[in-house]
């Protein structure tokens, strides 16, 4: 099977599953109204239980098709790391795109934009009343999101063009994927990170894994929030004290 084919079906795949999420979430909130719950916990757990089960059949079916084209995952030529470097190089690549979070949301808030994002705080909540989009947050996106903006995309356009244009391209892509147009350059810049470790690597379990661990990271940051407040109030309390 050529290669655009296999890319189209596997593109065709995550977009449906996307456009399907849309009809099924009113089902289970629907669903989960009748069992009791108040509206704010049946919405949680309608669009949670959505998320899990749309992206939980776009990965399944996409691991199929990888599994059974395995020829369609390598993109650069030469030697791909080992999996010691895919490790190294994956921790580095979520430490890059914690960074340059910080770097985009601070050249964002110069032009006037709120810190902060509406998505991951919106995720988050719900994932407190509805812990099952953990999976589609912290495993389910992260192999879905690299297979398409990082080997379909990114690995394209590096064929036919340079590693920056495909870089900026995908990574841009991937912003504007996410809904929050103000906040381009905060989803841009792991979008850079990600783009960097696979072209280092030569080996797309490497911004997997960066992923991965970003996502994770910011998961617990999140459920923490308030027990992270607690303490910063306690050092400011104490800093004061002392002096």
Do not use: C
């Amino acid at each position: 099977m050529k290669n655009w084919v296999i890319a189209l079906m596997i593109f065709l795949t995550y977009v449906l599953l996307q456009i399907a999420s849309i009809f099924l979430a009113p089902e289970l909130i629907v669903y989960f109204t009748g069992k009791d719950l108040s509206k704010v916990e049946a919405v949680s757990q309608g669009f949670a239980w959505t998320l899990f089960i749309t992206q939980g059949i776009a990965a399944l079916i996409i691991a199929v098709i990888l599994l059974r084209n395995k020829k369609f995952i390598p993109v650069f030529k030469g030697k791909t790391s080992g999996f010691g470097s895919v490790l190294l190089w994956g921790v580095l690549g979520f430490f890059l795109a914690m960074a340059g979070q910080i770097v985009g949301a601070a050249i964002e808030s110069v032009f006037g934009v709120t810190a902060g994002s509406e998505n991951t705080e919106l995720l988050s909540n719900i994932s407190k009343t509805a812990p099952i989009i953990i999976f589609a947050m912290v495993l389910f996106a992260p192999f879905l999101e690299e297979v398409v903006f990082r080997r379909i995309i990114f690995g394209g356009l590096y064929t036919k063009t340079n590693f920056w244009i495909a870089a900026i391209v995908s990574a841009i892509v991937f912003a504007a994927v996410h809904g929050e147009l103000q906040h381009l350059l905060m989803y841009l810049m792991p979008g850079l990170a990600f783009a960097f470790v696979y072209y280092k690597t030569k080996r797309l379990l490497t911004p997997m894994l960066a992923h991965f661990l970003m996502n994770s990271f910011v998961t617990v940051v999140q459920w923490n929030a308030d027990k992270l407040q607690q303490l910063q109030d306690m050092q400011q309390s104490i800093v004061l004290f002392l002096q």
